[in-house]
């Protein structure tokens, strides 16, 4: 019995660190889409919810995206569970009018990491997807602690070009 158990659990933790559920609400009439992805960490101790919110633009019959804002919260769903920061990247890359874009980024520790808004460098340029390297998207780590053992929980949340 303590064997199958034991199967049990590794079966759920290997299952529980690729699971993840992933949304997206987009219309072609507006000029608004919405990505929100939810993740879990290895023990199911921990969920994280990140949105993001991108501009679409269409110049030239080429659609160029712009993220406005990104959201996240995290939600300890296991009292022994300490959440000690969280890392969040942001970034947009492609090409703007034909010509290749820098890397425009943005790395962060948001003071409240429980639920957070980052807003992009107001000086970054639109990029469209017509270069197999264009990305739209953000990241996030979240270091937690119960106990001795520490771990991440990692999450990216792109544009689906």
Request: proline share 4%.
């Amino acid at each position: 019995m303590r064997k199958l158990l034991k199967v049990l659990m590794f079966t759920l933790m290997i299952t529980f660190l690729f699971a993840f559920s992933f949304t997206s609400t987009a219309n072609a009439d507006t000029t608004n889409a919405v990505f929100t992805k939810i993740s879990y960490d290895v023990t199911r101790g921990v969920k994280l919810t990140t949105t993001l919110y991108v501009k679409v633009e269409d110049k030239n019959n080429i659609d160029y995206y712009s993220i406005t804002k990104v959201t996240g919260k995290i939600t300890i769903l296991d009292g022994r569970t300490v959440i000690k920061g969280v890392t969040v990247k942001m970034g947009q890359n492609g090409s703007y009018m034909g010509k290749p874009i820098a890397q425009q980024t943005l790395t962060t520790k948001p003071k409240n990491v429980f639920s957070y808004t980052v807003y992009p460098d107001s000086k970054w340029k639109p990029v469209a997807k017509t270069w197999s390297w264009s990305v739209v998207g953000t990241s996030a780590v979240v270091d937690i602690q119960r106990g001795n053992s520490k771990w991440t929980l990692p999450q990216s949340n792109n544009v689906p070009f």
